[in-house]
Nanobody, 126 residues
Framework: QLRLVESGGGLVQPGGSLRLSCVASGFTLDQYKIGWFRQAPGKEREGVSCMSGSDDRTYYADFVKGRFTISRDDAKNTVHLQMDSLKPEDTAVYFC???????????????????WGQGTQVTVSS
C-alpha cells in the first residue's frame, strides 16, 4: 500500500522555525517527484515546494523562497520541509504528495491522482 505520513507541525511564534517530515511506505521517494502543499482555512490548496527524484532539483513558491528548504533522506525514505522565518500567513495544514505518473507536481498543480498524506497543522501566532 502506498502511503505518506506527515509530522512536525505545531504552534510557533512569528519568526520561528519548524521542520516537517513526510515518511513514505510502499514506494521509494527518490524515484519520484515529491511536493509540499498547504491549505489555509477558506483557501485553495497551493504548492509550496517540490523535489525531483531523478536529479534532486528543487522548486519553491515565491512566497517561501529564501525561508523554506526541502530535502530528502534516502536512508529513511523521508522528505523534510525546513521552515524558517515563519509568518502568520504561513498558517495552514501542510500536506506532502507524491507524483508517481504525471510529472506535474512541481508546477504546483494539485491533483487527486497524487499519493497524499493526511496533513499536519502549522500555526504561526504570538
Amino acid at each position: 500500500q502506498l502511503r505518506l505520513v506527515e509530522s512536525g507541525g505545531g504552534l510557533v511564534q512569528p519568526g520561528g522555525s519548524l521542520r516537517l517530515s513526510c515518511v513514505a511506505s510502499g514506494f521509494t521517494l527518490d524515484q519520484y517527484k515529491i511536493g509540499w502543499f498547504r491549505q489555509a482555512p477558506g483557501k485553495e490548496r497551493e504548492g509550496v515546494s517540490c523535489m525531483s527524484g531523478s536529479d534532486d532539483r528543487t522548486y519553491y513558491a515565491d512566497f517561501v523562497k529564501g525561508r523554506f528548504t526541502i530535502s530528502r533522506d534516502d536512508a529513511k525514505n523521508t522528505v523534510h520541509l525546513q521552515m524558517d522565518s515563519l509568518k502568520p500567513e504561513d498558517t495552514a495544514v501542510y500536506f506532502c504528495a507524491a507524483d508517481l505518473f504525471y510529472h506535474t507536481i512541481c508546477s504546483g498543480r494539485v491533483s487527486s491522482a497524487y499519493v497524499w498524506g493526511q496533513g499536519t497543522q502549522v500555526t504561526v501566532s504570538s
